[in-house]
């Protein structure tokens, strides 16, 4: 049992530069999000999906999509890198949302130059 | 877009003593958790609170959530090395979709 996965743990791209963070579960979990986390700022949430084919904006959604095909791939994509987009993003999942355990990965630490 | 705050941001201590971390809001939450984060790894579940006024004690973190459910508190007792890291409060949104976390409390427990 695996629980979340991510890749790749370590990124650096240029401005402007498109790519995709990878986010995988295998707890059947219906509720999977992402989010950044910056000094002293806590996590703020990119985007949640409560299910396959379901996606929501979060608190920072802008220059980021997401998609969610099947139960157990959410991935995130960046559309054009900009240096405000440096941070260590987390993928989460759970039952539900709210009051049910988030389970995290391991983050990805992203620099944009 | 709910709001909330924890303090004190940075926390240094030794050994034995005791501390209460605090998350703050003006809004009301249906349900708040707390995680506990270390270096080079995502945040792990620590408690979930759930009705206003609720207390509950994890071995020597007792954690409680305020009678109006706006606000939460984290006391560790008799502090230890190992209860080093970063600890983020998080609360559930009226609508159930969103978790909101407060900017964190990073505690140093010195030996």
């Known amino acids: 049992n695996a629980g979340v996965t991510q890749t790749p743990k370590f990124q650096v791209l240029k401005t402007g530069q498109s790519m995709t963070l990878q986010c995988a579960q295998d707890?059947?979990?219906?509720?999977m999000s992402w989010y950044r986390q910056d000094p002293g700022m806590g996590l703020r949430l990119i985007h949640y999906s409560v299910g396959a084919g379901i996606t929501d904006q979060g608190e920072v959604p802008n220059g980021y999509n997401v998609s969610r095909s099947t139960t157990e791939d959410f991935p995130l994509r960046l559309l054009s890198a900009a240096p405000s987009q440096t941070s260590v993003y987390f993928c989460?999942?759970?039952?539900?949302?709210?009051?049910?355990?988030?389970?995290f990965g391991p983050g990805t630490r992203l620099t944009v130059t | 877009t709910q709001l909330l705050e924890q303090s004190p941001q940075f926390l240094s201590i030794q050994e034995g003593e005791n501390l209460t971390v605090y998350c703050n809001s003006s809004s009301v939450f249906s349900s708040l958790q707390w995680y506990r984060q270390e270096p080079g790894e995502g945040p792990v579940l620590l408690v979930t609170?759930?009705?206003?006024?609720e207390v509950k004690k994890l071995k020597r973190l007792t954690f409680q959530f305020g009678d109006a459910r706006k606000d939460s508190s984290l006391h560790i007792t008799a502090a230890q090395p190992g209860d080093t890291g970063l600890y983020l409060c998080?609360?559930?949104?009226?609508?159930?979709?969103?978790?909101?976390f407060g900017g964190g409390t990073r505690l140093m427990v010195k030996p």
């Open positions: 989460a999942s759970s039952y539900e949302p709210g009051m049910y355990e988030q389970y």
């Open positions: 707890m059947n979990h219906e509720y």
């Open positions: 998080a609360g559930e949104d009226n609508a159930g979709n969103m978790l909101t």
């Open positions: 609170v759930v009705t206003g006024g």
